[in-house]
Every structure is written in C-alpha cells, then in structure tokens.
C-alpha cells in the first residue's frame, strides 16, 4: 500500500514501532470510551492493537510530517469490518486522533484524503460514517467533510465496553463528494 499524504500528514499502515506513541494516546480515558473502547494499559497491549485490529489495508496511522510521530488513527472498513456498510462497493469510515491534537483540522484533513482515496482509488459509491450522539467533535468533522444525516439508532450496545448510547449515523455518496 502507498502512503497518502495531505499538507501536514502522512497516511501510513501502522508497524510495530508505532507501539509506544499509540500507547500514549490510546492510555487516555478521553480517547478511546468515545470509539468503544477501553483505554490502553501498557505499550504490549498498544502492540497487539497494532498486530490485530489496526493491521488491515485501508488502515492508516495518521504521521505528523513535523514529527514522524502517529497521532491517530483512519480507516475505510469494508465487508464484515463495517458496522454500517452493506455492499461492496460502500465503506465505513472511522478514526481518532490523540486529544492534544483535537481541534487543529487535522481530522477533517486526512478525512477528505481518504474519502478521495475511496470513491477515487477504490471506486466506492458510498461512505458510511458515525458517532456517538455526544461526540460532537466527530459529528463536527463529519459535517465538515460532506456527510449527510441518515438516521440515529437508540440503546446501541458496546460490543468491546458493554455501554449504551445513541449512536447519528451519516452518509456520503461519490456523487454528493464530486459535487462538493
């Protein structure tokens, strides 16, 4: 897979190396709760992230060209990955971004790129995205990018944490992207 790049990032597969500075943003209890998942406890379980859910292709750590550093996370899942996709030729995006970098435009940045990436490289008609109804930064990123509302689902159940919550579910389809 080549690397994507925008002004300020690198979009790059995630590596063993990356374990540490994944650590230090997955340890927050600011991150991960609003993706569905626990924060990590130490750089091993960082790595087995890396090794077993981080490691599909159209995955990408999102690099800082300034540092060489991860900061978060990007990805267009697909088949069984999806939550919310139900052909192949749509994806479901979803990312994070360590929160000492929330509110820079950086989310909004490498989301543009990889959505160009799909209905350009990998010839989606459609791109799925959702958020928890109180995270409103992700709403606001998805807004941001083109997505339209689609619907909330009420009492969705956690299957990593367990927790409950209503979850907006947006939409964006090549054509509404070509016209934007």
């Known amino acids: 897979m080549n690397n994507l790049?925008?002004?300020r990032l690198v979009l790059r597969n995630w590596q063993d190396g990356d374990a540490e500075d994944l650590f230090?943003?997955?340890?927050?209890?600011?991150?991960?709760p609003m993706c569905g998942w626990d924060p990590h406890k130490d750089a091993t379980e960082s790595l087995f992230t890396i090794r077993n859910i981080l490691n599909s292709e159209n995955c990408f750590a999102l690099v800082l060209k300034e540092t060489g550093k991860p900061v978060g996370s990007i990805e267009?899942?697909?088949g069984e990955k999806s939550r919310l996709s139900s052909s192949d030729s749509e994806a479901e995006l979803g990312y994070w971004l360590a929160e000492e970098y929330?509110?820079?435009?950086?989310m909004p940045e490498a989301a543009d790129r990889i959505i160009e990436y799909g209905f350009s490289e990998l010839s989606l008609s459609k791109i799925w995205c959702a958020a928890r109804?109180?995270?409103?930064?992700?709403?606001?990123?998805?807004?941001?990018?083109g997505f339209s509302y689609v619907r909330t689902d009420k009492g969705v159940t956690s299957g990593r944490t367990g927790d409950?919550?209503?979850r907006i579910?947006?939409?964006?389809?090549k054509e509404q992207w070509q016209a934007l």
Do not use: F, H, I
């Not at 109804?133 to 990018?145: D, I, M």
């Open 24 to 32: 230090l943003a997955a340890k927050n209890p600011n991150v991960g």
């Open 164 to 166: 409950v919550y209503d």
């Open 5 to 7: 790049e925008t002004e």
């Open 76 to 78: 267009l899942m697909t």
């Open 133 to 145: 109804s109180y995270n409103s930064k992700s709403l606001r990123v998805q807004e941001k990018c």
């Open 102 to 106: 929330w509110g820079r435009g950086l």
């Open 169 to 173: 579910v947006n939409c964006l389809t």
